[in-house]
């Protein structure tokens, strides 16, 4: 499977904004979904990392609850990438943020992917008080 490489992140102070950015050469945005998790400091596996935004294949964005009106998910067609745009950032927001694509459904509230899934290698943002 073609690698997806995360990058963009960054410390930061709260209120700040951070934009990610991942290469998704290979991966179709009319076939594959693709999205944003993050793993926050004490969680370790996999299962246990957190949705924050879908782009799926028809256009359709959705977003966790947690960062509804402060992050968008957004993709560059030409340039094969997809971003996640992050404002008013919080300390909460603190976590490794992987790029994720899937020809299967992607569901924010599971951290499992098909055959088909990839994850990316993941990139830290941290925000301070």
Request: charged residues 20%.
């Amino acid at each position: 499977a073609q690698e997806l490489v995360e990058s963009g992140g960054g410390s930061v102070q709260a209120g700040g904004s951070l934009r990610l950015s991942c290469g998704v050469s290979g991966y179709s945005h009319t076939i594959y979904n693709m999205a944003w998790f993050r793993q926050v400091p004490g969680k370790q596996r996999e299962e246990e990392r957190e949705g924050v935004a879908l782009s799926d294949k028809d256009g359709t964005t959705t977003y966790a609850e947690s960062v509804e009106g402060r992050f968008t998910i957004s993709k560059d067609v030409d340039n094969d990438m997809l971003y996640l745009e992050m404002n008013s950032l919080k300390p909460a927001d603190t976590a490794t943020y992987y790029c994720v694509v899937d020809r299967r459904p992607i569901w924010l509230e599971i951290a499992t992917l098909s055959p088909s899934g990839v994850w990316g290698q993941g990139t830290q943002v941290t925000v301070s008080s």
